[in-house]
Nanobody, 123 residues
Framework: QLQLMESGGGLVQPGGSLRLSCAAS????????VGWFRQAPGKEREGVSC????????YYSDSVKGRFTISRDNAKSTVYLQMNSLKPEDTAVYYC????????????????WGQGTQVTVSS
């Protein structure tokens, strides 16, 4: 089973930036579609962004479009989520997920998940 590990979360002021990383072990992540999701307390898990393994196509939710950028470094078997212009409503636990077939912003399409990293946007 693919092991995923998120890192890069933390506390940031509104308007600030963070870069999250999703690293894989045991397998090369370039063989997988990868998605980023987030879950705030009391809310359902929300798809944020994803990137295709086939051609690198990227997709974003309307809530983050223009502020977040997903990218992948296949040599490092890592996928990044650059988050700019952060807002308090971006506060959540962020998860990365991977799947060979599934691609999109619905959690049900992904089989392998990391443990999550906390992002808190507050002044």
């Amino acid at each position: 089973q693919l092991q995923l590990m998120e890192s890069g979360g933390g506390l940031v002021q509104p308007g600030g930036s963070l870069r999250l990383s999703c690293a894989a072990s045991g397998f090369t992540l370039d063989d997988y579609n990868v998605g980023w999701f987030r879950q705030a307390p009391g809310k359902e898990r929300e798809g944020v962004s994803c990137i295709s393994r086939r051609d690198g196509s990227t997709y974003y939710s309307d809530s983050v479009k223009g502020r977040f950028t997903i990218s992948r470094d296949n040599a490092k078997s890592t996928v990044y989520l650059q988050m700019n212009s952060l807002k308090p409503e971006d506060t959540a636990v962020y998860y990365c997920a991977a799947d060979v077939v599934g691609l999109g912003l619905k959690a049900i399409w992904y089989d392998d998940w990391g443990q999550g990293t906390q992002v808190t946007v507050s002044s």
